[in-house]
C-alpha cells in the first residue's frame, strides 16, 4: 500500500512528521545511553507503520530489540527513564507504548509466557508476557516496521505465516466475544464512542486478516469490508471510519449492531479454523 512508511523510510527523519521524529530521536538517545551495545535496533509499529497515523490522536508504538535479557538495573532505569518521560511536557507523553525484546525472540512465532519489559500508558514500564495478536504485530514489524535505528526489521525475523495471523485473529475474536457474553463492564466500555470506533474498524482488520493472511491499516481494512461484507454492515462501517459517533454513549442500536458484526467475525473465524483442520 502506498501510504505505508515502510523500513525504507531514512533513519535520520523516519517519518514525515518533524515532532514526531524529534521525541523518537530523543527517547532513542536517552535509551542507548542506558543500553549501550545491548541496543540492536528501535522500531515504530502501529499507526505510523500502517500508513492511518493522525497526530492529533494516534499514539506511538516502539519496539526496542536488544542482545540478551536485561538485568534488573538496566530495566530498573528504563523504568525510571520512562516514568520521567511521562511527566514531562511531551505532547507524545501520554500517547506512547514499548516493547523491549530480545532479538532471538523477534523469531518465535507465539508469545509464551515469558516477561518482557512493557510499556502500556497510562502504566508503568513492567514485566509483562506478550500479548495473544503478537504474530500480527509480527508481521507489521517485518513488512512495514520504520526504522529509527537498526538494521533493516526483515533481517531479524523470518516471514509470518498467514495462519498465524488468523490464528492470532480468531483468538482475538473469540476472547471478545467472550467478554461481550460474560461481562457488562466490556459492553459499557464498548458504548463509549472512542471504544466503539476502535472496535468496529480493528472487526474490520480481523475480517479482513481472516480472509487474506495479511495485515492492513483500519482505514484500508474499512474500505475492503464496505466492499466486501454484506450491505447491512455499510453503514456502521462507514460512520466508524468517518468518526460519524455519539458524542455521549452509542445509541443501542448501534451498539447491538456491532455486536452483531462481532458474531458474524466469530462465525467466519470459526469457519476458517474448520478449514484449516480438514
Not at 35 to 55: C, E, I, K, N, V
Not at 115 to 143: F, K, S, V
Not at 157 to 179: C, H, K, M, T
Request: hydrophobic share 40%; net charge negative; glycine share 4%.
Amino acid at each position: 500500500m502506498s501510504d505505508h512508511l515502510g523500513s525504507a523510510a531514512s533513519p535520520q527523519q523516519p517519518t514525515p512528521y518533524p515532532d514526531v521524529n524529534t521525541v523518537v530521536h530523543e527517547l532513542l538517545t536517552s535509551i542507548q545511553a542506558i543500553l549501550g551495545a545491548q541496543l540492536r535496533g528501535m522500531y515504530l509499529l502501529g499507526s505510523l507503520a500502517l500508513g492511518d497515523f493522525h497526530p492529533q490522536a494516534s499514539d506511538l508504538d516502539l519496539v526496542i530489540v536488544t542482545v540478551g535479557t536485561l538485568s534488573d538495573e538496566t530495566f530498573a532505569s528504563l523504568r525510571e527513564l520512562h516514568r520521567r518521560f511521562d511527566h514531562s511536557a511531551s505532547a507524545w507523553a501520554t500517547r506512547l507504548d514499548a516493547v523491549y525484546l530480545p532479538q532471538e525472540v523477534l523469531r518465535e512465532a507465539f508469545p509464551t509466557a515469558a516477561r518482557y519489559p512493557i510499556l502500556e500508558w497510562p502504566g508503568l514500564l513492567a514485566l509483562e508476557p506478550l500479548e495473544g495478536g503478537w504474530p500480527i504485530q509480527r508481521y507489521t514489524l517485518r513488512e512495514y516496521g520504520v526504522v529509527v535505528s537498526g538494521p533493516d526489521p526483515s533481517s531479524l525475523l523470518d516471514p509470518v505465516n498467514p495462519d498465524d495471523l488468523r490464528q492470532a485473529s480468531a483468538a482475538i475474536v473469540e476472547r471478545w466475544r467472550d467478554q461481550a457474553h460474560r461481562d457488562r463492564e466490556w459492553v459499557a466500555w464498548l458504548r463509549q464512542p472512542d471504544n466503539h470506533t476502535f472496535v468496529v474498524l480493528t472487526l474490520c482488520r480481523l475480517l479482513y486478516t481472516l480472509d487474506t493472511g495479511s495485515v492492513a491499516s483500519k482505514p484500508a481494512a474499512a474500505l475492503w469490508a464496505e466492499r466486501t461484507l454484506p450491505s447491512r454492515w455499510s453503514g456502521l462501517i462507514d460512520r466508524a471510519a468517518t468518526q460519524q459517533h455519539a458524542t455521549d454513549d452509542e445509541p443501542e442500536d448501534e451498539v447491538n449492531t456491532t455486536l452483531a458484526l462481532l458474531e458474524y467475525t466469530y462465525e467466519h473465524s470459526q469457519q476458517w479454523q474448520v478449514s484449516s483442520t480438514n
